[in-house]
């Protein structure tokens, strides 16, 4: 199995903003169950996508960042298209042509970004704000397989593995993404006590899918659809396992997170002040290389940050 390379001096990745959140409050497009890829169909999403995800890349271009280039197929895991009537035959389509969008988007930029890798994104089986506690990791595998499959077939860089918030579930979809022999990025929720929803810390989340993976382990882990004064306290803590934290998305507000999805408006928050507050964390933690945005998070944010950790590297 190909992994993910390891972390090195001078090469920092960018993922994309919250796509959801910049679709539905600044472009006004409406996302039944939140799904982003039967947009594909509609060309005035899809005119909103390009310049979306053009501004996003020319962020990378400007500051020498790796492309992680992801973002349509959050829902695309059979128990959600099935509530769009959307067949397993049909879901691998949009799938398929979610991958080749982004590659599409991508190719005038080759040759002004270091590196740009195409990521697929698997979001939870179930509600991600909510509990999901009755999920085994057995059935977590064989779920999220279907997803993973078709990602294999398409030939992503990465699996993106983003706001779970349970550990069985972390687990299952970890041996299916090792048994499809592609890289994970694992991202769990916190809250400000930085904890799972489901109860555990985000340390035993960590240890716990390491511990019950072996082989299989995530490539790394991360943290996403929090905001950094939820999140901060925890990147505190000592210990091996913080090294396993090499990804950081946060939301652009300190607004609960359930409502950022349905406030009716873009909480877009101070992206000046967000950069400050990961150019905090970098300086402490200058392993963790991957950086993006969630809820609220677009090019002003991504520039802001990215701004930020490059000075970082030039100090006055």
Request: net charge negative.
């Amino acid at each position: 199995m190909a992994g993910f390379p390891e972390p090195q001096p001078g090469v920092l990745y960018l993922t994309e903003g919250g796509q959801e959140t910049e679709l539905m409050y600044r472009h006004g497009h409406e996302l039944p169950e939140f799904a982003m890829y039967p947009l594909l169909n509609d060309p005035r999403a899809v005119a909103d996508l390009t310049d979306m995800y053009t501004r996003y890349l020319e962020v990378a271009a400007a500051h020498g960042f790796v492309a992680l280039m992801a973002g349509l197929d959050y829902r695309a895991s059979p128990d959600w298209a099935s509530k769009l009537g959307i067949s397993r035959d049909g879901l691998a389509e949009y799938q398929l042509r979610s991958i080749e969008f982004l590659r599409g988007i991508a190719r005038p930029f080759q040759a002004q970004i270091p590196q740009i890798l195409i990521v697929g994104m698997v979001g939870p089986r179930g509600d991600a704000y909510g509990r999901n506690q009755t999920i085994t990791a057995d059935e977590a595998e064989e779920y999220h397989a279907v997803q993973i499959e078709t990602l294999r077939l398409a030939g992503v860089d990465l699996v993106s593995a983003m706001t779970f918030n349970n550990i069985p579930e972390g687990v299952g979809v970890a041996r299916a993404v090792a048994r499809a022999g592609l890289p994970l990025s694992l991202s769990f929720m916190v809250d400000s006590a930085g904890r799972l929803t489901t109860g555990p810390s985000l340390k035993e989340a960590v240890e716990t899918v390491d511990a019950q993976t072996g082989d299989a382990r995530p490539d790394f882990f991360g943290i996403n659809c929090s905001h950094p004064v939820e999140f901060a306290p925890t990147l505190v803590a000592e210990g091996q396992w913080l090294e396993r934290i090499r990804s950081l998305r946060p939301n652009a507000s300190m607004a609960e997170k359930q409502a950022l999805c349905q406030i009716g408006h873009l909480e877009a928050g101070d992206p000046e002040l967000l950069g400050t507050q990961m150019a905090t964390i970098a300086r402490r933690l200058a392993h963790i290389d991957v950086w993006g945005g969630c809820c609220g998070t677009w090019d002003d944010h991504l520039d802001a940050i990215a701004q930020q950790l490059r000075r970082l590297e030039r100090p006055v």
